[in-house]
Antibody, heavy 125, light 107 residues
Framework: QVQLVQSGAEVKKPGASVKVSCKAS????????ISWVRQAPGQGLQWMGW????????NYAQQVQGRVTMTTDTSTSTAYMELRSLRSDDTAVYYC??????????????????WGQGTLVTVSS | SYELTQPLSVSVALGQTARITCGGN??????VHWYQQKPGQAPVLVIY???NRPSGIPERFSGSNSGNTATLTISRAQAGDEADYYC??????????FGTGTKVTVL
């Protein structure tokens, strides 16, 4: 079955960087992109960006543009998300998700299935 | 930027029907997807492209989308349906946009 398995929890100090991994299995990794979504404690879901596993193209959300880098390693079917200059409000659970896409009369549509189990990143001095 | 508004909470009696709305400007012109998230777990896709169910999702879950409102309907609600539910669209300018989330309680 399609599965995404993420790396473990991290504790970082303000100003540091974190890199979260997401290993995919059960499908052809290069046929879909990977999106990253985060959820602060008690809050809703926030999309951070998308990375094509086919050609490496990226599309980052404005809120994290300039601090985030998303990459993929097709040799190991693994996606990575690095977030730099961490602040306390970056404390959240970070999820990777397989990006599904189609074009119809409503335009380009993207949705996410399945999701990784999540990685808690805590930013604290 | 595009915004999606959901009610904070919805309560439903066991066995009855719950309807969760997702409001957005002319949302009917976009495809809406719905996710269920139980405490401490990752979100799970329950409806995609307005009204399609992924394999393994019960027929009790259905979706519709028209005008300025999309709706997720849970028929014959069960205790296991208690969760947070999020709608999501793709906006060509900003990427994926999630709704504010709705907590469903089964009484």
């Amino acid at each position: 079955q399609v599965q995404l398995v993420q790396s473990g929890a991290e504790v970082k100090k303000p100003g540091a960087s974190v890199k979260v991994s997401c290993k995919a299995s059960g499908y052809n990794f290069t046929r879909n992109g990977i999106s990253w979504v985060r959820q602060a404690p008690g809050q809703g879901l926030q999309w951070m960006g998308w990375n094509s596993a086919y050609n490496g193209n990226t599309n980052y959300a404005q809120q994290v543009q300039g601090r985030v880098t998303m990459t993929t390693d097709t040799s190991t079917s693994t996606a990575y998300m690095e977030l730099r200059s961490l602040r306390s409000d970056d404390t959240a659970v970070y999820y990777c998700a397989r990006d599904l896409r189609l074009s119809n009369w409503k335009g380009v549509q993207n949705w996410f299935d399945p999701w990784g189990q999540g990685t808690l990143v805590t930013v604290s001095s | 930027s595009y915004e999606l508004t959901q009610p904070l909470s919805v309560s439903v009696a066991l066995g009855q029907t719950a309807r969760i709305t997702c409001g957005g400007n002319n949302i009917g012109s976009k495809n809406v997807h719905w996710y269920q998230q139980k405490p401490g777990q990752a979100p799970v896709l329950v409806i995609y492209t307005d009204s399609n169910r992924p394999s393994g999702i019960p027929e009790r879950f259905s979706g519709s989308n028209s005008g300025n409102t999309a709706t997720l309907t849970i028929s014959r609600a069960q205790a296991g349906d208690e969760a947070d539910y999020y709608c999501q669209v793709w906006d060509s300018s900003t990427g994926a946009v999630f709704g504010t989330g709705t907590k469903v309680t089964v009484l």
